[in-house]
């Protein structure tokens, strides 16, 4: 269940910013999550909701953006996207690609008054 300390994480770094910009509520959180972070978007979701019954962030929707695993081949160079990390490259089945995305988990939007 590590969704929950990634909740209680986002809830930190949500009332940090409601101080800075001096929301009293947030309407939506936007949030850029890796493939490869495994995370539950439901089970996610669930324990935020949970964490922020009652504080000024409850309401406020999650709208989860999945980021597919992403890498480069050093065989072909070219850009190619992955179903699994250990995939080999699918254009010309080179073993050796460098991950430069999948891994993300950042929050890249906050709407709230
Ligand atoms: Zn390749």
Not at 14 to 40: A, T, Y
Not at 46 to 65: C, I, M
Request: proline content about 4%.
């Amino acid at each position: 269940m590590h969704e929950l300390s990634i909740a209680q994480n986002i809830v930190e770094i949500l009332h940090d910013q409601m101080k800075i910009h001096n929301l009293s509520k947030i309407e939506s959180v936007g949030l850029r999550v890796g493939v490869l972070r495994s995370v539950e978007i439901e089970s996610l979701s669930f324990s935020f909701n949970v964490l922020t019954a009652g504080s000024p962030l409850e309401g406020a929707r999650l709208e989860v953006e999945e980021v597919p695993i992403k890498g480069r081949c050093m065989e072909c160079g070219q850009q190619v996207t992955l179903s699994n990390w250990l995939d080999d490259c699918p254009l010309c089945g080179g073993p050796r690609v460098e991950i430069i995305s999948g891994k993300e988990l950042d929050i890249v939007a906050i709407e709230g008054e």
